[in-house]
Every structure is written in structure tokens, then in C-alpha cells.
């Protein structure tokens, strides 16, 4: 299994940019979630899917995107991007189905906006 | 609303010196306890779980954690630590009640070990 995966794993765009992070998971994990990562913020929810079809708002979801049409794929789209986004973006995933939510990290994207 | 602290942004220990890392939570019930790892660069991996039974969990690279309810503390220990344990360690508390299987994270804190 290739776990979490995530593209690019870097990028840079300019302000007002859209653009779509890529993530997908051949677990067959119900669950995915999208964080940033902040100097001295940890890590922040931004959405997250409980399954296909299925998404809400975690704790910074301003700016940002989601749709979940397969199991395998939850990419999470900047539709018109801002400095204040430039972060690493996170995406994880779990299964409730075995018996707890350990959650799996892919690599990260590093995003920056000029 | 739950939260979880790491008080210690920094912590610089010496190899072959023990390490323990705190982590403080604000939960209304027992919650899903995680630690995690990050080295520079690098994604989550995950060290260790607590989410039921033996307080004392073991994990790998010869971490443990002791969950304590009275004090809603689930602090990081090694005994004896290596240089390449130098990284940035999360703690997370897994929300179990409201089903939605939400993380919440620590703001870290950066391990430097000295030779």
C-alpha cells in the first residue's frame, strides 16, 4: 500500500491564484482531513469527511474547499489564494471500522504565496 | 472546548539523557490520547496511543506515555535519548463522543539533542 499520498509537495503561487492540492488513500479509510501546519500553531483543521459525499468545516476552513466523491480522493482547493495561506498542508486519514481512529499523515505539500 | 497544552515550545537534553515531554488536555471524558513525531521536513508518525486499560503504553523507538486522569496529563518519556530522536513532537487528543473522529493537536515542541 502506498498509505496517504499527496501532490505537489511543493508550490508557489501569486496572490489571487487558484489552485487544488491533491490526496488520496488506497486504505479504504472512511475518514480524511485536511490540516495546516503554522510556526508555533501546531496543526489545524481545516475540513475534514466522514465518508463519500460527506464533508464539513473543521477549525480554519475560510478559503479553502473540499469535495469527496470517491473514498480513495479528498483534494482540497485554494479558489483564490491569499499570502496568509502560505503553510504545509497535511492530509490524513482513518477507520473507525478498526476499532479506533489512528490517524495515517501523508507527506505534506508546502505551499507559499507571493 | 476541548485543548491540548504542551507547555515546552523548546527542550535541549543531552544523548543518553532522559527525556520527558508534557502534555496537559482539557476533555470531558476519557479521550483518545496520541503522540507524534515529525522530523525536519517530513510528515506525522505517529509513537504512540492511549484509548483504554493500562495507563502505561509503550511505543516505538523506546518511547512511552503514562495517561494520569487526575492531573489530564499523557506525558512523552524516554529513558535514555539518541541524536536522531532530535524532532518536533505533537500531542493530540482524538474527540471519541461527538463521532466526527476530530483531532485536536498541540503546538508542539522542538526536541534538540546535544552530542
Known amino acids: 500500500n502506498a498509505g496517504v499520498t499527496q501532490t505537489p509537495k511543493f508550490q508557489v503561487l501569486k496572490t489571487g491564484q487558484s489552485m487544488t492540492l491533491q490526496c488520496a488513500q488506497d486504505m479504504n479509510h472512511e475518514y480524511m482531513s485536511w490540516y495546516r501546519q503554522d510556526p508555533g500553531m501546531g496543526l489545524r483543521l481545516i475540513h475534514y469527511s466522514v465518508g463519500a459525499g460527506i464533508t464539513d468545516q473543521g477549525e480554519v476552513p475560510n478559503g479553502y474547499n473540499v469535495s469527496r466523491s470517491t473514498t480513495e480522493d479528498f483534494p482540497l482547493r485554494l479558489l483564490s489564494a491569499a499570502p496568509s495561506q502560505t503553510s504545509v498542508y497535511f492530509c490524513a486519514s482513518s477507520s473507525p471500522g478498526q476499532g479506533y481512529y489512528e490517524q495515517y499523515f501523508g507527506p505534506g505539500t508546502r505551499l507559499t504565496v507571493t | 472546548a476541548q485543548s491540548v497544552t504542551q507547555p515546552d515550545i523548546h527542550i535541549t537534553v543531552s544523548e543518553g539523557a532522559s527525556l520527558e515531554l508534557r502534555c496537559n488536555y482539557s476533555y470531558g471524558a476519557t479521550p483518545y490520547l496520541f503522540w507524534y513525531v515529525q522530523s525536519p521536513g517530513q510528515g506525522l508518525q505517529l509513537l504512540l496511543k492511549?484509548?483504554?486499560?493500562?495507563?502505561l503504553v509503550q511505543g516505538i523507538k523506546g518511547f512511552e506515555a503514562e495517561f494520569k486522569r487526575s492531573q489530564s496529563s499523557f506525558n512523552l518519556r524516554k529513558p535514555s535519548v539518541h541524536w536522531s530522536d532530535a524532532a518536533e513532537y505533537f500531542c493530540?487528543?482524538?474527540?471519541?463522543?461527538?463521532?466526527?473522529?476530530?483531532?485536536?493537536f498541540g503546538t508542539g515542541t522542538r526536541l534538540k539533542v546535544l552530542a
Open positions: 492511549y484509548f483504554s486499560g493500562d495507563t
Open positions: 493530540a487528543v482524538g474527540d471519541r463522543d461527538s463521532g466526527t473522529y476530530k483531532y485536536i
